[in-house]
């Protein structure tokens, strides 16, 4: 029927608005003292139990010596650098990388370096890192690795020239590990329709510290696991609690010895002295690192390195500061609850002071989005202990949700703290879209729904070019 539809009337209007209402209160959500908290009830798809070794998203590739586990980040201060990594097996072969920049012939060289390991009873494989610096901007380059026995082919593209109104789209993911849901998410995330240019990874990898004896075996297939997606873009890395493996009781006293061989980070050139905590610059974004079980107390490397950088951003080059950590500051879950909170009392009052646009986190295991809000006035003596609205506040938020081997933190504070506007257990990533020196438009996808489909989204007006309030709030 082709007819013109007609307008509804003021009594189906009604009804109308009434079935909406009603919707929204059975199916959609429960409106607490605080914001929202997800009715949504997940259907029992995966237990939380690893892939077998045997996956085919474990599977070596085949060839004598053949380069597994390759992954890249980024191996400076201004994202012209690269540093790939990736296990031979058998043998230590070549460090080297041959690289081009698409549609050209000149093919260079770039040299590294190997470590291996030995953790209780197992002994790594050899574990390369080669970094690649002075890259164009805005350019797809082609890279080999294994020369001189199985060689294999990936490619990355770099960020466009720092500036203030670059379009960037980072993807966020914490606490992966490999189960079947670890998998659903990173396809979730390659799928997306935004399109995910750098990984934000916010801590927590393999969860091979749950296994009996630290099985660095996991190590290795979380290696071979994300290399369809960390082989190609970036993951910059956060240091989790399940990296420390920390074991004397297996003769392994060293924290972070698996996380630290395998995986690198370009601390120095942001003149941090630790891998667990430095800052890059890429597109319009400044992005600072924070080590969760770093020192952060006055005078520590960590509290000092913080401070500086926080002088070095320039929002008129990069208007976009972000903070990455693991153990989140404000988070409702039952599971970790307030385990960021002396992290928090030592740094808050910088990040309001330097208007940092959003804090990243993963750890429990969950999605929750704060309100702009601080808890900065205490001084311990005037009581004044409780989060208050701040609109040069972040926005924190958890996304802790990769889907690894412990499985939801399903058990929440009640009632909602009034400082939480959404929070939800269930699987997913996050995607955050910057638009311009103003916009950024965040989403949050549910593994259970379609990969297009936003279960949480929110535009972020960015803190020190338009720093309006965002939204209407009961808070
Ligand atoms: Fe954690």
Redesign the pocket.
Known sequence: MAGKRELPSSSSSNTATFVVLVTLILNSALLCNGGITSSYVRSAVYAPVDMPYNSDVFAVPPGYNAPEQVHITQGDYLGQGIIVSWVTPVEPGTSTVLYWAENTGKIYTAEGYYLTYRFYNYTSGFIHHTTLLNLDYNTTYYYEVGVGNTTRQFYFTTPPPIGPDVPYTFGLIG?LGQTYNSNTTLTHYQNDPLVGQTLLYL??LSYADDWPNHDNVKWDTYGRFIERSAAYQPWIWTT???EIDFAPELGEPIPFKPFSTRYQTPYNASGSTEPFFYSIKRASAHIIVLASYSAYGASTPQYIWFLQELANVNRTETPWLIVLI??PWYNSDIT?YMEGETVRVQFEKYLVQYKVDVVFA??VHAYERSYRIANIAYNITNGLCTPTPNQFAPIYLTI?DGGNIEGLASAYTEPQPSYSAYREASYGHGMFSIKNRTHAYFTWNRNQDGYAVEADTFWFYNRYWYPQNETATNF
Request: hydrophobic share 10%.
């Open positions: 606490d801590g927590d989790g609690n399940h693991h153990a970790h993963g750890h802790g």
